[in-house]
């Protein structure tokens, strides 16, 4: 499999639909993603933040060869975007 930053954006509508619960993300939370054949992958949440709508640093593919997901919406409050960085786990 590739490395690389798999970047997923999504609306926020504040109803608790699509990505309007990033917010209660967490470090150390974990992710899963399943492909088209059903096999999973889990991901470990390492940052949460905020940055100005126009800011794409955090969609960088300079992931120094690992893989990781990042998961971006609206703040429909402040102009502003909510990030979630998450790396991948090792399988167990």
Same mark, same amino acid.
């Given at each position: 499999m590739?490395c690389g930053n798999?970047c997923i954006?999504?609306? #926020?509508?504040n /109803?608790y639909q699509?990505?309007?619960r +990033?917010?209660?993300?967490? =470090?150390?939370? *974990? =992710?899963?993603?399943?492909? *088209?054949?059903?096999?999973k =992958?889990?991901?470990?949440v390492y940052d949460?933040? %905020?940055?100005?709508y126009?800011? +794409?640093?955090c969609?960088?593919? #300079?992931? %120094?060869?690992?893989?990781? =997901?990042? +998961?971006?919406?609206c /703040?429909?409050i402040k102009n ?10 090792? +399988?167990?």
């Amino acid at each position: 499999m590739k490395c690389g930053n798999f970047c997923i954006a999504g609306h #926020n509508y504040n /109803n608790y639909q699509f990505f309007s619960r +990033l917010k209660k993300l967490n =470090i150390g939370d *974990v =992710i899963d993603i399943y492909d *088209v054949k059903g096999r999973k =992958i889990s991901y470990e949440v390492y940052d949460s933040f %905020e940055t100005d709508y126009d800011d +794409l640093s955090c969609i960088s593919q #300079n992931t %120094e060869g690992k893989r990781e =997901i990042t +998961l971006v919406t609206c /703040n429909n409050i402040k102009n502003r975007r909510r990030v979630i960085k998450a790396k991948e786990m090792p +399988l167990s």
